[in-house]
């Protein structure tokens, strides 16, 4: 069965530098989720799509951006990269209205701000 | 707001014998879902069990069960015969039913190893 995409695996920044992050939903998948988890903790919700539309924001930064396009792959944009921002990033998908709306993860991206 | 507590960082089984892993939660919401997932080495999150809160049958997947009381605010995994793959982080995460966003809220972690 197709998972959750993600791109770059990997990627390594300098401090102050821009990133962008890409998601591809499970196919037929409407709504996307962006989480992060720094070394030894627990993943922190970022922002969240739905059709489209932002549906929550959690403690994402202002330097941070995220849209979600009309085949609803999503991007995370980060800019004026820290070097605090260096942690693991997922995205994961859901289907609204189905069994729990089960967030399915991507792989993650592990991104390096030196 | 609404919280999830592993109090276990680190847990330890035999190979092939039985394995409880503890997660408590605090919520005002009368209707949720709550979730197990496993992060092994390889960092990818694995979905291992669900259960909605509604339901007062535990949810069972092959040699993982849950125990689910849900008047206690109590979640807890159980891994039967234990295998070495299944050495990893657990977390536990909660769901408001009606959240809009949907946003999971996770515990801590449980680091379990396993001996051969």
């Known amino acids: 069965a197709a998972g959750v995409i993600q791109s770059p695996r990997h990627l390594i920044k300098e401090k102050r530098e821009t990133a962008t992050l890409k998601c591809y939903p499970i196919?037929?998948?409407?709504?996307v989720y962006w989480y992060q988890q720094g070394p030894g903790q627990d993943p922190q919700f970022l922002i969240s799509?739905?059709?489209?539309?932002?549906?929550d924001k959690g403690s994402i930064p202002d330097r941070f951006s995220a849209q979600q396009f009309s085949d609803y792959h999503s991007e995370l944009n980060m800019s004026s990269l820290e070097l605090g921002d260096s942690a693991l990033y997922f995205c994961?998908?859901?289907?609204?209205?189905?069994?729990?709306?089960?967030?399915?993860f991507g792989p993650g991206t592990r991104l390096l701000v030196l | 707001a609404q919280t999830v507590t592993q109090s276990q960082p680190e847990m330890s089984v035999q190979e092939a014998e039985t394995v409880t892993l503890s997660c408590t939660y605090d919520t005002s919401e009368s209707d949720y879902y709550l979730f197990w997932y496993k992060q092994p080495p390889s960092r990818q999150m694995i979905l291992v069990i669900r259960q909605e809160a509604y339901k007062q049958q535990n949810a069972t997947e092959n040699r993982f069960s849950v125990n689910f009381q849900k008047a206690a605010k109590s979640f807890s995994l159980k891994i039967s015969d234990s295998q070495l793959g299944d050495a990893a982080m657990y977390f536990c995460?909660?769901?408001?039913?009606?959240?809009?966003?949907?946003?999971?809220?996770f515990g801590q972690g449980t680091e379990l190893s396993v001996k051969p």
């Open positions: 994961a998908s859901s289907l609204a209205g189905t069994f729990q709306e089960t967030q399915y």
């Open positions: 196919p037929r998948h409407d709504t």
């Open positions: 799509f739905y059709e489209k539309m932002q549906s």
């Open positions: 995460a909660y769901r408001g039913r009606y959240n809009q966003g949907g946003k999971l809220i």
